[in-house]
T-cell receptor, first 109, second 117 residues
Framework: EDQVTQSPEALRLQEGESSSLNCSYTVSGLRGLFWYRQDPGKGPEFLFTLYSAGEEKEKERLKATLTKKESFLHITAPKPEDSATYLCAVSYNDYKLSFGAGTTVTVRA | GAVVSQHPSWVICKSGTSVKIECRSLDFQATTMFWYRQFPKQSLMLMATSNEGSKATYEQGVEKDKFLINHASLTLSTLTVTSAHPEDSSFYIC?????????????FGAGTRLSVL
């Protein structure tokens, strides 16, 4: 069964303390891996899409990487405004997205 | 670019009434739109896939007669929750997939909080 697992469930960081979030997946016919940011009571905001192992994408303090079995979202020197839930999703076969449960990041000033 | 508007953002209704939620792609054409449901502190669960001009495809366990989906144009899809009951209270989110490059990216609306009394 196709599955997306994110870890940790929650991450508390001090401002400036870099860390990484993990997204592991077991899916055949991967058509893309996606990272979204979701603030409370809002819809997910698109961050990155990765299509092949070895690919990397960067945006401000965020960097996403992809291997054949997992993806990492690295947060470098986070700020309080980076606090959010980060969702990982994979696209397979008919372009649907299968989401992980998310990692809730809290950055303290 | 790639803005998806969802309306209303919050709705309260009485049990037994119907509620319609609109999802619009504002600056791109979307042949495919998706409807999700999200419970507190849980991830998004796909309810149905909506294709312009054709019937929606529902995920297993989703009642198509309760959740009516219409995708009448390339920029508008609607979800109607019929005869709503308290157990239908949830956060409903739509997304739209832009045609062409970049492929497969879904852009999400801000969500609709439904409370059924």
């Amino acid at each position: 069964e196709d599955q997306v697992t994110q870890s940790p469930e929650a991450l508390r960081l001090q401002e400036g303390e870099s860390s990484s979030l993990n997204c592991s997946y077991t899916v055949s016919g991967l058509r893309g891996l996606f990272w979204y940011r979701q603030d409370p009571g809002k819809g997910p905001e698109f961050l990155f899409t990765l299509y092949s192992a070895g690919e990397e994408k960067e945006k401000e303090r965020l960097k996403a990487t992809l291997t054949k079995k997992e993806s990492f979202l690295h947060i470098t020197a986070p700020k309080p405004e980076d606090s959010a839930t980060y969702l990982c999703a994979v696209s397979y076969n008919d372009y649907k997205l299968s989401f992980g449960a998310g990692t809730t990041v809290t950055v303290r000033a | 670019g790639a803005v998806v508007s969802q309306h209303p953002s919050w709705v309260i209704c009485k049990s037994g009434t119907s509620v319609k939620i609109e999802c619009r792609s504002l600056d791109f054409q979307a042949t495919t739109m998706f409807w999700y449901r999200q419970f507190p502190k849980q991830s998004l669960m796909l309810m149905a896939t909506s294709n312009e001009g054709s019937k929606a495809t529902y995920e297993q366990g989703v009642e198509k007669d309760k959740f009516l989906i219409n995708h009448a144009s390339l920029t508008l899809s609607t979800l109607t929750v019929t005869s709503a009951h308290p157990e239908d209270s949830s956060f409903y989110i739509c997304s739209a997939k832009a045609t062409g490059y970049p492929k497969n990216i879904q852009y999400f609306g801000a969500g609709t909080r439904l409370s059924v009394l």
